[in-house]
C-alpha cells in the first residue's frame, strides 16, 4: 500500500506539473521558464481566496483562472513578439520569473499564512495516508482526460493540432495561428496555476515555491517529448514508478537524483522521448499492416 500511495502521489505531482509546460512546448516550441512562477501564482491566488473564506475548490478555480489571464497577457504583450525565436523566448521567460518571483516577495514579504490540508487522513496498518494527496491522483487523471477531449474532440483542439502541425498550412485554411498561439499559452498557464492552487494547502507560500516544481515538470517534459497527452502521461508514469521506488528505499535526494539519471539516460537512448517511441512503433505497425494488405 505504501508504494502504491508514493506512486500515486508522485504521479500527481509530475502529471500535474507538467502538463501545462507540456502543452506550450508541444504547441508553439515556447520553452517557459516562468512555469514555476505561474504555479507560485496560483498558490498565492488560491491561498489569498481561501484565507479570506472563499471554499477552498472555488479558490483554486479562481486562481487557475487568474493565472490564466495573466498569461494570456503576458504572450500579448511579451511572448507574442518572440514566435519561432525559441532562445529569445527562453532569456524573456527566465526574466519574467525573476520579476515575479521578486515582485511577490517585495509586494507580500517571503512567505504568507496559509491554509490546513483538507479532508484529514486514514490508516491502513502501520501506514497513515492522506485523502487529499489520494485525490489529486484522481485530478490529475481528470485533467489528462479533459485535455484530451478538449484536443481530440472540440473545434478549438482541431485548430490547435492543425497549428501544431503546420502553422503555415493552417493559416493557410483559415485558421487564425496567432489566436491559437495566445489561447494555448493562456491555457498551459491556467494549467500551471490550477497546480499551484492543487498543491497550496500541502506547503508552505513562498515566492520561492515554484522551484519546488521546475525540475520535475522540466524532466518530465524532455522525456516525453512533444506529444503533451501520450509523452506526458508515460514520462509521469515511469519517472513516477522510479521516483516512488527510490524514496521509499533510499530516500527523498535519491529519488530526486534518480529522476534526473533515468531522463539523462533515457533521452540518450530516445531523443524524441516517449513521443517519438510511440510514433515510431505506430509507423511500424502501419507499414506492417500494409505489408499484409
Not at 509530475?14 to 504555479?39: C, R, V
Not at 471554499?55 to 514566435?83: E, K
Not at 485535455?147 to 502553422?167: C, D, E, P, W
Request: charged share 10%.
Amino acid at each position: 500500500m505504501s508504494y502504491l500511495y508514493q506512486f500515486c502521489n508522485n504521479f500527481s505531482f509530475l502529471i500535474l506539473s507538467a502538463i501545462g509546460l507540456s502543452i506550450i512546448f508541444g504547441m508553439m516550441g515556447i520553452i517557459n521558464l516562468a512555469h514555476g512562477e505561474f504555479i507560485m501564482l496560483g498558490a498565492y491566488i488560491t491561498t489569498f481566496l481561501a484565507t479570506a473564506g472563499v471554499p477552498l475548490p472555488v479558490a483554486i478555480l479562481i486562481g487557475a483562472l487568474g493565472t490564466g489571464v495573466f498569461g494570456f497577457l503576458i504572450d500579448r504583450l511579451i511572448i507574442s513578439h518572440l514566435y519561432n525565436r525559441p532562445l529569445d523566448s527562453v532569456v524573456a521567460t527566465w526574466g519574467i520569473s525573476l520579476i515575479m518571483c521578486q515582485g511577490m516577495r517585495i509586494l507580500f514579504g517571503s512567505s504568507i499564512p496559509g491554509t490546513s490540508t483538507p479532508l484529514g487522513s486514514f490508516s491502513i496498518g502501520d501506514g497513515k495516508y492522506s485523502v487529499y494527496r489520494i485525490l489529486l491522483a484522481v485530478i490529475a487523471l481528470l485533467v489528462v482526460v479533459a485535455v484530451y477531449f478538449i484536443f481530440m474532440h472540440t473545434k478549438i483542439g482541431l485548430h490547435a493540432r492543425a497549428t501544431m502541425q503546420n502553422s503555415s498550412i493552417a493559416s493557410s485554411m483559415g485558421v487564425n495561428s496567432n489566436k491559437m498561439y495566445a489561447l494555448t499559452f493562456a491555457f498551459g498557464s491556467a494549467l500551471a496555476g490550477f497546480c499551484g492552487g492543487l498543491y497550496a494547502p500541502t506547503m508552505s507560500i513562498t515566492p520561492d515555491i515554484g522551484s519546488n516544481f521546475m525540475m520535475e515538470s522540466f524532466v518530465t517534459v524532455i522525456v516525453g517529448g512533444t506529444n503533451p497527452l501520450v509523452g506526458t502521461v508515460l514520462s509521469g508514469g515511469v519517472l513516477g514508478l522510479v521516483r516512488s521506488f527510490l524514496e521509499m528505499n533510499m530516500g527523498t535526494f535519491a529519488g530526486r537524483v534518480g529522476l534526473l539519471v533515468v531522463a539523462i539516460l533515457f533521452i540518450r537512448l530516445v531523443p524524441k522521448g516517449f513521443s517519438g517511441l510511440v510514433d515510431n512503433i505506430r509507423k511500424k505497425m502501419e507499414v506492417k499492416k500494409h505489408a499484409k494488405n
